[in-house]
């Protein structure tokens, strides 16, 4: 089946400094990948899509200075949280859509990278 | 507005009794629908999907769901729960043909008694 990988699973950094998440397809391309935020005990909140070649779209409320993604490649999509603040950590997920042309958005999603800033 | 609904927010069962995850979708149209299952400080896995034709999906693991137009459902099902299946199920929807993000609902978490 197809593969996400999700790198690191846990940082822990110091207040003000950046943090950088990888979002890997192994075995698939993946034009459009997500970037989810999970509290605990809740849901995931849609932060943005990732779009291979172009900016990625951000959801109302995300600061997009702040959470900077580049989907540089078919297979790779990075989330850098940038200054981070102790309010910023939490779990976050990332997905990738199947295929290029993918009609049904099958999703596969990494195992998530837990944030803890300090 | 697009949304999806899980009404039970915690649900015990007892190992070998049968489940029932409840699932209500509101979506102008008849949208893919999945179930995700995640375990503590784990990502997602996708358990099952629909996305048309038999309206009965198997999925991993033993599960099953049933999409039923009429009620907007979606509804998770296990005949016999195992100790290892104690864990947070999400059901989601995502827009047909489009590269969108799915909608999940809040997730219902799941103990197993012995």
């Known amino acids: 089946g197809a593969v996400v990988s999700q790198h690191p699973s846990w940082v822990i950094c110091k207040s003000g400094t950046s943090v950088k998440i990888e979002c890997r397809s192994l075995?698939?391309?993946?034009?459009?990948m997500f970037w989810y935020r999970q509290f605990p005990k809740q849901s995931l909140m849609l932060m943005a899509t990732?779009?291979?070649?172009?900016?990625?779209?951000?959801e109302q409320g995300v600061e997009k200075d702040k959470f900077l993604i580049n989907h540089a490649s078919l297979t790779l999509s990075t989330l850098t949280v940038t200054s981070a603040h102790p309010e910023d950590s939490s779990f976050y997920i990332c997905?990738?859509?199947?295929?290029?042309?993918?009609?049904?958005?099958?999703?596969?999603f990494g195992a998530g990278t837990r944030l803890s800033v300090l | 507005a697009q949304s999806v609904t899980q009404p039970d927010i915690h649900i015990t069962v007892s190992e070998g009794a049968s489940l029932e995850l409840r699932c209500n979708y509101s979506y102008g149209a008849t949208p893919y629908l999945f179930w995700y299952v995640q375990s503590p400080g784990q990502g997602l896995q996708l358990l099952l999907k629909?996305?048309?034709?038999?309206?009965l999906v198997q999925g991993i693991k033993g599960f099953e769901a049933e999409f039923k137009r009429s009620q907007s459902s979606f509804n998770l099902r296990k005949p016999s729960v195992h100790w290892s299946d104690a864990a947070e199920y999400f059901c989601?929807?995502?827009?047909?043909?489009?590269?969108?993000?799915?909608?999940f609902g809040k997730g219902t978490t799941l103990s197993v008694s012995s």
């Open positions: 989601a929807v995502g827009a047909p043909g489009a590269g969108t993000a799915l909608i």
């Open positions: 075995d698939f391309q993946a034009t459009t």
């Open positions: 997905s990738a859509r199947e295929g290029t042309g993918n009609p049904k958005n099958i999703q596969y």
């Open positions: 629909y996305f048309s034709g038999d309206t």
């Open positions: 990732s779009n291979e070649g172009s900016k990625a779209t951000y």
